[in-house]
């Protein structure tokens, strides 16, 4: 799913003035030239490209094509017991062992049979306990609290 943050390269066949790389604004849209703001968070690509299609197609482009590409996902976000927590850049199947990695592994404190995620756009913000095979979104936060001993 598209959402704020997300960089996209648009592409409008034969109509190079209406193509270029966009980033999804905070309130999930994005503005473009003819169109204007479109809210696009929270769609599939190709939802995407066909509700920009039909925008396009209504009077302002003949028979328009588009074709939508992500650049660059929002980022997953590790924090709590790791040793270097922060934002760090998603890429496909990335699981949570692999964020924990990124963020240079787990502290001495770490409680990592505890580690939960909130997922990105979930509505109450709840945290889940996972696995090592739970696969990570762009936009998630991972935390990983400290064990008392």
């Known amino acids: 799913m598209l959402g704020a943050g997300d960089h996209l390269r648009i592409i409008v066949f034969e109509q190079n003035p209406l193509s270029g790389e966009f980033t999804v604004d905070e309130d999930g849209s994005v503005s473009l030239p003819l169109i204007g703001r479109i809210k696009i968070a929270g769609m599939l690509p190709a ?9 396009l197609g209504q009077g302002l482009v003949k028979n328009p094509k588009v074709n939508i590409d992500v650049l660059r996902y929002r980022p997953v976000y590790v924090y709590g017991e790791v040793m270097k927590p922060g934002a ?6 990335l699981y949570v062992p692999a964020s924990v990695t990124l963020a240079g592994g787990f502290t001495y404190r770490a409680k ?3 580690v939960t995620i909130t997922r ?7 945290p889940y306990s996972v696995t090592g095979s739970t696969l990570v979104g762009p936009g998630d936060v991972i935390y990983v609290p400290e064990r008392w001993f």
């Open 112 to 114: 990592v049979d505890a």
């Open 120 to 126: 990105f756009g979930d509505p109450v913000q709840q």
């Open 88 to 93: 760090y850049e998603f890429a496909g199947n």
């Open 47 to 55: 939802d995407a490209e066909r509700l920009i299609t039909g925008q």
